[in-house]
């Protein structure tokens, strides 16, 4: 679908940029007015960026979501918080890369943030497991969400994940144990709690750090029961129908703001996230920080209360 | 590794069974007057296998369980109380084929929903009761299985009547998106109030029982009870081979292989299910003294 982070969709765009760019570099070199040329070709870019991202399907959205270029939670961290500093460990097994935790500060207020974190590149992907996190991984985060409750600091936590990962070794140490003990525990915190879906939302294993008094979502950011694939694959007995069965899931941040699971959608830049990190930083921060302002009104018991009224109601029946 | 099966290798040779056409969607109870045990190989006569409450009397495979069945066969007679029996399913997505899918599964197997919940008494003791149908859509869990749960837990916390689940389900139903998952985080709060007001809850897992249920209210009990040979996993042998392209080894995923690795209490065959659930409920304190049988 994508090579050299380019999306098939993207290449015209790309493409014309790298027209752009070499003009411009053509000017300096030679000292050549181009200025006309270049005024043309960056309306027509503009038009094209437009026309490209205004409208994108469901299945756009999910190539978007895991965009090679996509910015990662350790990209949002630095530009979001303050003084980051990561804590490690399940205190039973093993640390996991593919779910990090730790300590910031958020305009000044102490956070603990848990992120489930993919990698750039193959190498980077092998060593935090493509995002996907084992059962240590969401203990290590059970264990730093009670650490933020014992201290009474609200927990932050990013999504992007495929799902969890689906392996024997994380069998034997019982993925599904620690993926409900997290849902039961989230359920109950008496911290506030804001999580952000800033790319993959990937069915159970998004959902173990994903039980909150706030959802929040890119705007091309994607959370889905089954991915795209596997969906097509039990429903048309063929993968390749995966642009069809992301539209039957209903699974863009839109959706999902229209079925009540989610709160609120975070802008991206156009063309997504990774055209404008910083931008996407900032419209972030923007949003946690007023969440949190408006949870820490609550009393604990409360917010707990709260949280247990939005989770009764999901859901549709007759 | 030679079994009890091997002593009857020779008398297959003396009957021959007609080819059958397999119909689907199917009950795995063999119908007929005669089957072949789907593990074993055996013939077997189909009355001794509902005496023997589905379970094979050659090899012992646990057969599915539909969930009225079940109920009968957990419950003291006439006890079964039905609650929420008309909550219905709907299309939430307007998802291509579910409407279909749904009307097929209701009306095949009678029921409105993959699982039933109700009140009932178990040797005496008051108890609410939930059982999942694996022949209804896989016993996936949409709104309406997320619903009933929550109801049913809402149930055991107003009456503090201990919970017993019986799960079964191949996980969250794609058919219903997102919700489905919801439906995972708003059980499993459900039990976090439950278990706050100490109200026991036994989960009993059944062949198969993975992912989003697994992931959500079947992995929550006080004690977890799992027949033996259950399949009972996050993701089930075929996911992962599929996936990752690991090769597993026999047994991995079966509830002995749970027991192994810490995730079970203890595995219990279905012909002594019911007894060794009234002694649990009696060691918590409900009818009365421990009487016979301890």
């Given at each position: 679908m994508a090579c050299n982070g380019v999306?098939?969709?993207?290449?015209?765009?790309?493409?014309?940029?790298k027209r752009i760019e070499?003009?411009?570099?053509?000017?300096?070199?030679?000292?050549?007015?181009?200025?006309?040329?270049?005024?043309?070709?960056?309306?027509?870019?503009?038009?094209?960026?437009?026309?490209?991202?205004?409208?994108?399907?469901?299945?756009?959205?999910?190539?978007?979501?895991?965009?090679?270029?996509?910015?990662?939670?350790?990209?949002y961290i630095p530009l979001i918080f303050e003084d980051f500093i990561e804590l490690h460990g399940d205190r039973g097994f093993r640390d996991d890369k593919a779910l990090i935790g730790g300590l910031a500060f958020l305009e000044g207020r102490p956070v603990t943030i848990v992120a489930e974190q993919k990698g750039k590149d193959t190498k980077e992907n092998l060593y935090r497991n493509f995002g996907m996190?084992?059962?240590?991984?969401?203990?290590?985060?059970?264990?730093?969400?009670?650490?933020?409750?014992?201290?009474?600091?609200?927990?932050?936590?990013?999504?992007?994940?495929?799902?969890?990962?689906?392996?024997?070794?994380?069998?034997?140490?019982?993925?599904?144990?620690?993926?409900?003990?997290?849902?039961?525990?989230?359920?109950?915190?008496?911290?506030?709690?804001?999580?952000?879906?800033?790319?993959?939302?990937?069915?159970?294993?998004?959902?173990?750090?994903?039980?909150?008094?706030?959802?929040?979502?890119?705007?091309?950011?994607?959370?889905?029961?089954?991915?795209?694939?596997?969906?097509?694959?039990?429903?048309?007995?063929?993968?390749?129908?995966?642009?069809?069965?992301?539209?039957?899931?209903?699974?863009?941040?839109?959706?999902l703001l229209e079925l009540g699971v989610i709160d609120e959608i975070i802008p991206e830049p156009l063309g997504g996230a990774h055209r404008g990190l910083e931008v996407t930083a900032k419209l972030i921060k923007e949003a946690l920080v007023r969440h949190l302002n408006e949870l820490s009104e609550l009393s604990p018991q409360?917010?707990?209360?709260?949280?247990?009224?939005?989770?009764?109601?999901?859901?549709?029946?007759? | 590794m030679p079994t009890f099966k091997d002593?009857?290798?020779?008398?297959?040779?003396?009957?021959?069974?007609?080819?059958?056409?397999k119909v689907a969607p199917k009950r795995d109870i063999p119908d007929g007057l005669w089957s072949k045990c789907t593990q074993c190989n055996n013939l077997l006569f189909n009355k001794e296998i509902e005496r023997n409450l589905l379970v094979c009397p050659k090899c012992n495979f646990h057969y599915r369980?539909?969930?009225?069945?079940?109920?009968?066969?957990?419950?003291?007679?006439?006890?079964?109380?039905?609650?929420?029996?008309?909550?219905?399913?709907?299309?939430?997505?307007s998802f291509p084929g579910y409407k279909e899918k749904l009307a097929a599964a209701q009306h095949s197997l009678g029921l409105k929903e993959a699982v039933l919940t109700g009140t009932a008494k178990l040797e005496g003791i008051p108890i609410v009761l939930a059982v999942m149908d694996f022949d209804f859509i896989g016993g996936s869990m949409g709104s309406v299985v997320g619903e009933k749960i929550t109801r049913a837990?809402?149930?055991?916390?107003?009456?503090?009547?201990?919970?017993?689940?019986?799960?079964?389900?191949?996980?969250?139903?794609?058919?219903?998106?997102?919700?489905?998952?919801?439906?995972?985080?708003?059980?499993?709060?459900?039990?976090g109030r439950l278990a706050e007001e100490r109200v026991l809850y036994i989960s009993v897992l059944t062949n198969p029982c993975t992912a989003g249920v697994m992931a959500s209210f079947a992995s929550l009990g006080d004690i977890i009870i799992a027949e033996p040979g259950a399949l009972v996993a996050f993701a089930g042998p075929r996911v992962i081979e599929q996936t990752i392209r690991e090769k597993l080894p026999p047994g991995s995923h079966r509830a002995e292989f749970l027991l192994e690795h810490g995730f079970i209490d203890l595995i219990v065959e279905r012909k002594e299910l019911k007894k060794t659930l009234g002694r649990l409920l009696r060691l918590h304190g409900m009818g009365g003294q421990a009487t016979n049988g301890l």
């Open positions: 999306l098939d969709f993207e290449k015209p765009l790309v493409e014309l940029e070499e003009l411009k570099r053509f000017t300096a070199e030679k000292a050549i007015d181009f200025t006309e040329e270049l005024q043309s070709l960056e309306k027509k870019a503009e038009r094209l960026r437009q026309e490209i991202y205004q409208d994108l399907d469901p299945w756009q959205r999910v190539l978007l979501a895991r965009h090679p270029k996509r910015p990662l939670a350790l990209d996190p084992c059962p240590e991984g969401y203990r290590k985060a059970l264990r730093l969400m009670k650490q933020a409750e014992k201290f009474g600091r609200p927990v932050i936590s990013f999504i992007d994940t495929p799902g969890a990962f689906p392996g024997l070794q994380a069998e034997e140490r019982g993925q599904a144990e620690a993926i409900a003990r997290n849902l039961l525990e989230m359920s109950k915190l008496q911290v506030p709690i804001v999580a952000v879906v800033i790319g993959e939302g990937g069915s159970g294993g998004a959902l173990a750090i994903g039980v909150g008094d706030r959802i929040l979502m890119l705007e091309n950011a994607v959370y889905s029961v089954i991915s795209a694939e596997a969906c097509a694959a039990i429903l048309w007995r063929d993968a390749s129908y995966a642009k069809e069965a992301a539209a039957a899931l209903k699974l863009t941040a839109q959706d409360r917010l707990v209360a709260r949280r247990y009224e939005k989770y009764r109601r999901m859901g549709r029946w007759q | 002593l009857f290798r020779g008398k297959q040779k003396y009957v021959t069974v007609p080819p059958k056409e369980v539909p969930a009225r069945r079940r109920i009968e066969q957990l419950t003291d007679e006439g006890t079964f109380v039905e609650l929420d029996p008309d909550l219905s399913p709907v299309d939430p997505l837990v809402e149930e055991a916390l107003q009456r503090r009547f201990p919970l017993i689940i019986v799960s079964t389900s191949g996980g969250a139903r794609m058919q219903e998106g997102i919700l489905s998952l919801m439906q995972m985080a708003k059980t499993a709060a459900a039990l």
